[in-house]
């Protein structure tokens, strides 16, 4: 490849918290956080009710197990929104108090170089760590830290065969939807 290629896209508040969502989902939370699903907590609490009406459960026990799994239910549901919030500012901090958000992503066979407004970052493919594919974003994480995300949209097919063949070039983890790819 003698051409660089180029991905330019805006990153607006919606591709920010849509990303945020699918780290934090998929990476962060793999399986979705449990605990904050209703049925994970409710269904035991109403399989240990017949031994409440039966005499076998202290109903004062009964109601310090449904307090725990409320707060236990709060707890997840915090974190997650937590984590959500620290990711979105994450992709938004390099645009701090600037109106344009346009961000460019230049791909050559040495390396990858992104700019912003104010912001200049560049990598050797050596650097590369990790690729993650998922239906709406590609995630470039680097061994030593930092990483590239792309809207799925902006990765053209050259960029494609790029990516995969320096991962595998590199011995990068390559991962299609949160699946790691064997060789």
């Known amino acids: 490849m003698n051409e660089p290629l180029t991905v330019e896209f805006e990153v607006t508040d919606e591709l920010a ?3 945020a969502r699918r780290l934090v989902e998929r990476v962060v939370l793999p399986g979705g956080g449990w ?4 049925a994970f907590l409710v269904v035991p609490l109403v399989l240990l009710l017949p031994l409440v009406v039966g005499g076998w459960l202290p109903p004062a026990l009964y109601v310090v ?15 997650r929104s937590f984590l959500r919030g620290e990711a979105r500012a994450s992709v938004l901090a390099p645009f ?4 344009e958000r346009r961000l460019r992503v ?10 912003a407004p104010d912001l200049q970052s560049t990598a050797a493919w050596s650097d590369l760590g990790q690729v993650v594919v998922w239906p709406d ?7 030593a ?8 949209e902006s990765v053209s097919a050259d960029l494609n065969e790029l990516i995969r063949r320096k991962a595998g070039e590199t011995g990068a983890d390559l ?7 064997l060789p």
């Open 35 to 38: 605990l904050s699903r209703p």
């Open 106 to 115: 230049v791909f050559t066979d040495e390396q990858i170089r992104m700019e």
């Open 175 to 181: 991962q299609e939807d949160g699946r790691t790819q």
């Open 17 to 19: 918290d849509r990303y």
């Open 137 to 143: 974003f590609w995630l470039l994480r680097l061994r």
């Open 96 to 99: 701090e108090g600037q109106t």
């Open 145 to 152: 830290g930092g990483q590239f995300v792309l809207p799925a």
């Open 65 to 79: 197990l449904a307090v725990l799994a409320g707060g236990l239910a709060l707890m997840s549901r915090a974190r």
